[in-house]
């Protein structure tokens, strides 16, 4: 049984299927996964004990609920120079194997699988927006380090859900919205707000699978294998899938294959390094938190970092 | 045990227990809360082992209920149930009435006819049929009678009147639909505008054809009182207001409809105290009143949340899917049969318990024929209302019944209700077979 | 909302129940007004109410776990009333035993569960990522004893009934 928060469409439910199809031609019919969909039996919030509990054998989890409980693997959402999306999973990947942050998970009961990505972080304007001073005095609506990020840079941060984005853009509730391509299409935000500011800034990747540790210890040694096999090949066809999907929205948001399409501004290389300052102090903040509940957020950023520089070297 | 066979225990134990009179909240949840611990503790072919279950199951209990409560968009049900209590105190019910009252007094059956569009209008500000039922049935009914109305049209009227309450937003049972359908409140409220109006305009013919038939049941009132049409049209002020914040707010996406809920909450208070209609103790009252009816939905809700993730842990509705498909009957013919099945269990039961305890079973069914749930929901809803004024349980005559003279009989409210029930059919049946109705609302404000 | 003659009466709630439900109105009318100053002064300018969302989800847990009690002793639960309408006040009685075990059945398995949860959020000191950075064992707390209440009172209500059936 497989529990996720969200609804059986889009690039990211496709890979899960794919992953499902997989498994079950990998093991020759041994693992089969049923899947249950937008939360009708664990709410987002409530996978990762839910998967700890045997509720489910496997389920998404989102860093995000649990700041304290995953606080290591909270890592994947911090504001890192990195803004592709293979490096990102492969680094995210290998670092959530680790020592440390295996530790976190064996803690709630469950054993990390594999991640996904939202792929890199974009801003979506009512109004034209090119640098980050021009982000002074407005609303966006942001989350986590990215909105304290934000706040720094001297915008207000208003917390909403993605669903009710669009009516808040039209009706100037919001001037921005922090977002990434396919979601933009995916809620047609592009409409009611038709400029984009290319920040290409981290990713969110807190964002992942988890099994129930009683149900993988109970596979078989070969079995286990293919699964952990398939968890990384996962993370390679997620990257390619997303890639896709998001270079196709963004086309077909530019083209404006329905109504005007809208205009992306670039980043100038002053702000870039602006916004990689802005972010260090809050990847700082994690930092500290972590050491305040006596782990060593240092060695495991440093760790990160030197994954992703790897990862990008090998690319 | 094998999941399907555990299904139909836990669904049978239900039924029997709701005959036994059990509250819906207890026997829904209690063999739901069964159910998942047997479901966890006795996997198929294997042994019972109930300490092995338990924490699965718990585990699922805990999550399930506690999220369902601590809840953002869901805190728009005791903020709408407010609305109406505080709307009832603070008279702006009844002086919607007295102004519709003097500018129908022209038409035949002038006074059922403000009494049917007095629920229309309070329908706009109350999230329950019930209490539209019972608000507009204390003020409207005694009236009627006073003015020599036949009982059955001043009883009817109001019984078949206060079906507007769900249907037209704000509305209760739209936002536990969108609950357990996962779609947009937004669209289902603005969804229910126009069948709601239709309806009206079916119940405002069914007053006129009445009044053409038997004239004496509704004698030309001969007012005491000097008719002053701009203070009726004063009247009717606050009422438009708390309307229009609620509908115009969603429709130019000022507000989410939580917003439109708080706000329109606030507003109402404010009138009532401006006004001086409203005093300390009856928004005291008023938010007794709410606050109990608040925690008596929820429970039903929570246990159905519970029963919810038990039907689909054993997924007994995609091998009902499989079988239908195999049947593969015509879209139609599913379509009567769930008209028919809403309506006959519509005679029993009541509209909360009705649409937590159907959904599982229907949604899927009509998602895979690829209909547009919002439709759906707009039918079931308008199925659920005229469920209310059907013998033998038909809770708004219960309601009109216990609000008015002793002289009202039951079986005359039923007699009643029942005249307005002919166009009410028809005006279901446009429904179904014009789904642009429903649609077209949401549709212009949301693209 | 008919009242039969067979009618079972209420119980009288505890001046404490009464208490708790009067907390619950305070957090229906806070909840009220919190949303809409929030509305409010968004239109102004800033939003000034932090974690607003947030706060609405801790004041559900007040508004709907703390009336129970009343609404319990009051027999405002939704029934079926259809198949036992003809019976007399004593069968009435021995139905609302069997009501009062399921009702005792339901929440004891979901204050059982509730006091997992509370215990856990306790011990892991989690809490929602925000600007207040709200601790989530508080509302579990107060959803665990709005359950605890509703569980005493249906024991009480089950007593009653009991003594009454014979
Ligand atoms: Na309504
Ligand atoms: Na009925």
């Known amino acids: 049984r497989f529990s996720d928060y969200g609804p059986n469409r889009g690039t990211r439910a496709e890979a899960l299927e794919w992953f499902a199809a997989e498994l079950d031609k990998r093991t020759d019919g041994d693992l089969k996964i049923e899947f249950f969909w937008g939360g009708s039996l664990l709410g987002g919030r409530d996978t990762l004990s839910g998967v700890g509990d045997g509720v489910a054998d496997l389920g998404t989890i989102i860093g995000f609920f649990t700041p304290k409980e995953l606080q290591l693997y909270n890592i994947g959402d911090l504001p890192v120079e990195n803004s592709d999306m293979w490096v990102g999973l492969n680094a995210i990947y290998d670092l959530s194997n680790s020592e440390m942050i295996a530790e976190e998970f064996s803690k709630a009961g469950v054993k990390y699988v594999t991640n996904y990505t939202t792929g890199p972080v974009q801003l979506i304007c009512r109004s034209e927006v090119n640098t980050l001073d021009d982000l002074n005095g407005l609303k966006i609506r942001a989350s986590g380090p990215y909105g304290d990020t934000l706040e720094r840079l001297g915008a207000e941060i208003v917390r909403m859900s993605q669903a009710d984005v669009y009516q808040a853009l039209d009706s100037g509730l919001l001037d921005c919205n922090q977002n990434y391509y396919y979601a933009m299409q995916a809620y047609r935000q592009y409409e009611v707000a038709p400029y984009v500011l290319a920040l290409d800034w981290g990713q969110n990747m807190s964002f992942g699978i988890a099994i129930n540790e009683m149900t993988y210890s109970g596979f078989s040694d070969e079995n286990k294998e293919v699964f952990d096999k398939l968890s990384r090949d996962f993370i390679d066809h997620l990257a390619e899938q997303m890639e896709q999907t998001d270079e196709e929205a963004l086309a077909s948001m530019v083209s404006g294959g329905e109504g005007a399409g809208i205009t992306v501004a670039e980043l100038s290389e002053e702000d870039r390094d602006r916004l990689n300052e802005a972010s260090a102090q809050s990847i700082d903040d994690w930092t500290a938190r972590v050491s305040e509940n006596g782990g060593d957020g240092e060695a495991l950023l440093a760790e990160y970092q030197k994954l992703i520089e790897d990862y990008k070297a090998k690319q | 045990m094998e999941p399907t066979l555990l299904a139909g225990c836990v669904v049978a134990a239900v039924l029997i227990l709701l005959a036994l009179r059990v509250p819906i909240a207890y026997a829904i949840g209690a063999c739901a809360a069964a159910g998942l611990l047997l479901f966890f503790s006795w996997r198929p072919g294997g042994d019972l082992n109930l300490l092995g279950g338990m924490r699965p199951a718990l585990r699922l209990i805990g999550s399930n209920t506690f999220a369902f409560v601590h809840n953002y968009p869901l805190s728009m049900i005791p903020l709408f149930i407010g609305l109406g209590h505080v709307a009832y105190h603070a008279e702006i019910t009844t002086d919607l009435y007295r102004s519709l009252r003097i500018l129908l007094r022209k038409l035949p059956g002038g006074l059922a006819m403000a009494s049917v569009s007095g629920c229309a209008g309070f329908s706009a500000i109350t999230g329950s049929s019930v209490a539209c039922a019972a608000a507009m049935g204390r003020i409207a009914v005694p009236e009627m009678l006073q003015y020599g109305y036949h009982p059955r049209l001043a009883a009817g009227s109001v019984a078949a009147g206060g079906t507007l309450g769900s249907l037209i937003p704000p509305s209760l049972l739209f936002v536990i639909y969108a609950i357990f359908t996962e779609q947009s409140v937004n669209g289902l409220f603005l969804a229910g505008v126009i069948p709601g109006l239709l309806s009206l305009v079916g119940f405002l013919l069914t007053i006129l054809i009445w009044c053409m038939l038997k004239p004496q049941h509704a004698p030309r009132q001969q007012f005491d009182e000097v008719v002053d049409r701009a203070a009726a049209i004063r009247g009717l002020w606050p009422a438009c207001v708390l309307f229009l914040i609620v509908v115009g707010g969603i429709y130019w996406g000022i507000f989410t409809p939580t917003e439109a809920a708080a706000v329109s909450l606030v507003v109402a208070i404010l009138i009532g105290l401006a006004r001086k209609k409203l005093n300390w103790s009856a928004l005291i009252d008023s938010g007794a009143e709410t606050v109990r009816q608040t925690a008596m939905i929820f429970m039903v809700a929570l246990a159905a949340k519970l029963f919810t993730a038990f039907i689909s842990l054993t997924r007994i509705t995609p091998l009902a899917l499989d079988w239908l498909e195999s049947l593969d009957p015509p879209f139609y013919l599913v379509m009567i049969a769930i008209v028919v099945f809403y309506l006959v269990i519509g005679m029993f039961l009541d509209s909360i318990g009705i649409l937590v305890l159907t959904l599982p079973f229907t949604v899927p069914i009509m998602s895979n024929y690829g209909v547009d749930l919002i439709w759906f929901g707009v039918i079931v809803i308008k199925l659920l209302e005229i469920g209310l004024i059907t013998p033998p349980i038909g809770l708004n005559i219960f309601v009109i019944k216990s609000v008015t003279p002793r002289s009202v009989t039951l079986s005359e409210v039923f007699k009643g209700a029942a005249a307005f029930l002919t166009l009410d059919l028809l005006v279901l049946i446009l429904l179904l077979l014009v789904p642009a109705l429903s649609l077209w609302l949401p549709q212009s404000a949301f693209g | ?166």
Do not use: C
């Not at chain 3, 319990?72 to 036992?84: P, Y």
């Not at chain 3, 892991?124 to 005493?152: E, K, R, T």
């Open chain 3, 1 to 166: 909302m008919s009242q039969p003659e067979n009618e079972l009466a209420p119980a009288p709630p505890t001046r404490a129940e009464r208490a708790l439900g009067q907390i619950a109105v305070v957090g229906l009318f806070l909840m009220a007004a919190l949303i809409t100053l929030n509305v409010i002064s968004r239109w102004i300018g800033r939003a000034i109410i932090p974690d607003d969302i947030q706060l609405v989800k801790e004041l559900m847990v007040v508004v709907i776990l703390l009336p129970l009690g009343v609404v319990t002793a009051t027999r405002n639960h939704i029934s079926v009333d259809l198949f036992t309408e003809w019976m007399a006040k004593r069968g009435r009685h021995r139905l609302a035993v069997l009501e009062q075990l399921v009702g005792i059945a339901f929440v004891s398995l979901v204050s059982y569960a509730a006091y997992r949860d509370a215990l856990g959020a306790w011990a892991s000191q989690d809490y929602y990522s925000g600007v207040l950075n709200i601790p989530m064992w508080l509302g579990h707390f107060v959803f665990l004893f709005g359950m605890a209440v509703f569980l005493i009172r249906l024991l009480v209500m089950f007593i009653i009934d009991l003594r009454r059936s014979f």
